[in-house]
């Protein structure tokens, strides 16, 4: 996913108000972030997380519950090499967002990044 499809995805989140505008700058910069630490100009397998990401954003921002991932997943990306930068990038998250996220949304956000991580050891360099 490059960075132009990313704005078109959240254009259209974004028109069909599905997020908010808050979490659409969050998510761009999360994902320039992201670019930026894996030395990339496009994220593989990166769609879910940065969908996942604005509309989470904003169900927080209605109030609305975030669930949990399940715990056996939860232990394994854990023990997952890529957790410390998936951490690292939820912290980003968290900080441009103000306000400290619920832990669910922390443990789904920790899943997704260490999965693109996984997915992105060559990426298409710059």
Request: net charge negative.
């Amino acid at each position: 996913m490059k960075l132009e499809e990313l704005e078109q995805r959240l254009d259209l989140l974004k028109q069909g108000e599905m997020i908010s505008d808050q979490s659409y700058k969050i998510t761009k910069a999360a994902f320039t972030e992201t670019m930026n630490v894996l030395k990339v100009d496009d994220i593989k397998h990166g769609e879910m997380l940065f969908t996942h990401l604005p509309m989470s954003l904003t169900r927080i921002e209605k109030g609305e519950e975030v669930g949990n991932p399940p715990s056996e997943v939860l232990e394994q990306i854990a023990q997952s090499s890529h957790y410390p930068l998936a951490k690292k990038l939820t912290a980003f998250i968290e900080e441009l967002w103000t306000k400290s996220l619920p832990q669910g949304e922390k443990d789904f956000l920790y899943m997704h990044f260490a999965n693109v991580l996984e997915n992105n050891n060559g990426g298409v360099k710059r």
